[in-house]
């Protein structure tokens, strides 16, 4: 548990719905300070809210002065990777402009964000990305999500290298088929048939994935890991 004269912060990245809402709701039920990076604001008493869109060129320049006020007198900070964007496209079809949107969400923004926090992070501090099962295999019609998933996966790997030593740890935690706003956005009808896809018939609650992400933040033994946080899929 955090202590007061050092108190433990959660920086993470949209949180302002589906499995960030959960897991900063989570993190502040066990002491955390909130610092919300995302469009739009949390409903969380206390929380640190800052506006900034990770898709635009100098998000970074815009915020770093709030963010550094917010770090101020912090303990332990978990960094937490969340904010992603899923559009669709096959390879032979997905626009450009979806493509680096997608990737600068996924990758380029975490990236810069590290160098951000980093400053601020003691021993005991974590950068905790959020994966997908996609992060390993691919489905049709995703080209550029699969794409960023695969590279939110080496950015960790790169994490856990560079950061050998210092006490920071890493991991990749990758959700299976969560109900959240996005997932049913994007499947509509076919939300019914991932669930035939699982033992459980059923999709992951995001409060599970709430739970796997904190576990992370608290276990430097994962460091450098591959977190699968899936209901056992059936095999044909």
């Not at 955390?32 to 998000?59: K, M």
Request: charged share 20%.
């Amino acid at each position: 548990m955090p202590t007061s004269e050092a108190p433990a912060t959660l920086v993470i990245t949209g949180a302002s719905r589906g499995i960030g809402l959960e897991t900063a709701r989570l993190f502040a039920e066990h002491g955390y300070r909130i610092v919300n990076i995302s469009r739009s604001p949390i409903p969380i008493e206390g929380a640190v809210d800052i506006t900034a869109d990770l898709a635009s060129p100098d998000w970074a320049e815009r915020i770093k002065e709030e963010l550094d006020a917010a770090l101020a007198g912090s303990g332990e900070i978990s960094l937490i990777h969340n904010s992603a964007i899923q559009l669709p496209g096959a390879i032979d079809q997905v626009d450009a402009g979806d493509f680096r949107k997608t990737l600068e969400l996924a990758v380029v923004a975490p990236s810069i964000l590290n160098r951000l926090v980093l400053p601020h992070q003691s021993a005991g501090s974590s950068i905790i990305y959020v994966g997908s099962t996609l992060s390993q295999r691919a489905s049709k019609g995703l080209a550029a999500y699969v794409a960023s998933k695969h590279a939110v996966v080496g950015l960790m790997r790169s994490t856990a290298q560079d950061l050998g030593g210092t006490g920071i740890h890493t991991a990749c935690v990758c959700p299976g088929f969560t109900d959240t706003e996005m997932l049913r956005e994007y499947g509509g009808e076919a939300t019914e048939y991932l669930k035939s896809l699982v033992h459980e018939k059923r999709l992951i609650d995001p409060d599970e994935i709430a739970r796997m992400l904190l576990f992370a933040a608290r276990n430097p033994v994962v460091n450098g890991s591959i977190l699968q946080a899936e209901l056992c899929f059936v095999q044909p």
